[in-house]
Every structure is written in C-alpha cells, then in structure tokens.
C-alpha cells in the first residue's frame, strides 16, 4: 500500500513556473515507476510525464514537453514536477500516481495509486 499526497500547487501568471511535490509513504518507493496526470474541468484525465524506478528515464506528453520536468528523490520518498513556461492550458488538478508494473505507463490503468490531486491554475 502507498499514500501519495500531492503539494506545491497555486495560482501563477502565463509564463510563470511552479514545482509539485509528491510525498509517498512506505519503504518501496523505489519499486514504483512514478507519474504525473492532470484533469482539467470538464476533460479527461490526462498523461502528464513518468518516472522509472531509478530515475534514468522519463517520457513527456507532446504538450509540456521542453515546459516541464519530472524527477525523483528515492531517498526523500518523492517525485517532482517542475513547470515552467506555462500555460493558461495548463490550468487543471494534477495528480502523481504509482505504478507496479510500469507497462502501459501514459494510461490511467496502468497506476495502482493515487494522490489527491493539487490545483494549478495559470491566469492569462
């Protein structure tokens, strides 16, 4: 069983940056590949970025991609969002999420765990 609790969330201009936080709870942090989804009003959750166990790679949605960073601290129990550049877009809740199994990583399916979700909304 893992815990997730998402934090960092808040208002920012376009153009902007914000850093997310997720805490996980547990000793086996590291066995989980670790992502990031976004829910807009309206819309359908959506992949944001991935994380494996290590850290040594990662993958983006087209529409952050070069806006966006996703990194891990196994140590700290924590995986990271960095956003920059945004976009009123970009306004949404987002989510971390683990995963077991890590197949499948860019669907909501594939995660096991859920966070709670933390509002980001970027004014125009």
């Known amino acids: 069983q893992v815990q997730l609790v998402e934090s960092g969330g808040g208002l920012v201009q376009a153009g902007g940056s914000l850093g997310l936080s997720c805490a996980a709870s547990?000793?086996?942090?590291?066995?989980?590949?670790m992502g990031w989804f976004r829910q807009a009003p309206g819309k359908e959750r959506e992949f944001v970025a991935h994380?494996?166990?290590?850290?040594?790679?990662?993958s983006y949605a087209d529409s952050v991609k070069g806006r966006f960073t996703i990194s891990r601290d196994n140590a700290k129990n924590t995986v990271y969002l960095q956003m920059n550049s945004l976009k009123p877009e970009d306004t949404a809740v987002y989510y971390c999420?683990?995963?077991?199994?890590?197949?499948?990583?860019?669907?909501?399916?594939?995660?096991?765990?859920w966070g709670q979700g933390t509002q980001v909304t970027v004014s125009s």
């Open positions: 999420a683990a995963s077991r199994h890590g197949v499948g990583i860019t669907t909501k399916g594939a995660y096991d765990y």
């Open positions: 547990g000793r086996t942090f590291s066995s989980y590949v």
């Open positions: 994380i494996n166990w290590s850290g040594s790679s990662t």
